[in-house]
């Protein structure tokens, strides 16, 4: 059986159209986990008593600072990839431009493993972030039936 090494080039086949609509998609999304962080922080603020518990507390830290460096990280991306969908004109100028069009597809390659790559971080995160407020709600609720 002969099996061919393939080095992955999808990104020089699709179109700056193609580019473009995926840079637009990444901009939603981030803007969309901007505001989810914002109701995550008036969650977290909303229940700090019960998160403050000896129980929680550990846990609750470390995924809180997780959720401030998640927003430093969701800022500096929806900067980079407005930047970077602003340089697509490099694609669609009409100019050949052959260096600068392929160092415009090759950061457009990184920023799909980058975005891939938060966003697997970030479903980690929210998984946390429910599983904490879970656990406060559970034990506010222990300690209102007693």
């Known amino acids: 059986m002969n099996t061919n090494n393939t080095d992955s080039k999808y990104i020089e086949w699709i179109s700056a159209e193609e580019m473009h609509e995926v840079t637009k998609q990444w901009l939603s999304d981030l803007k969309f986990i901007a ?31 997780a959720l401030e460096k998640s927003k430093n990280k969701t800022k500096n991306l ?3 990839i407005k930047r970077h969908g602003n340089d697509l004109e490099i694609l669609v100028d009409g100019i050949d431009q052959l260096k600068e069009e392929k160092t415009y597809k090759k950061k457009h390659r990184e920023f799909i493993s980058l975005m891939s790559a938060f966003f ?20 506010e609720n222990q300690q209102r039936l007693l």
């Open 78 to 80: 929806l900067a980079a």
């Open 35 to 65: 505001d989810e962080q914002k109701f995550f922080q008036d969650l977290i603020k909303n229940y700090t008593i019960q998160l403050v518990d000896k129980s929680v507390f550990a846990d609750t830290k470390v995924t809180i600072d």
């Open 120 to 139: 697997i971080e970030y479903q980690t995160l929210k998984t946390q972030l429910f599983l904490i407020v879970k656990k406060a709600l559970k034990k």
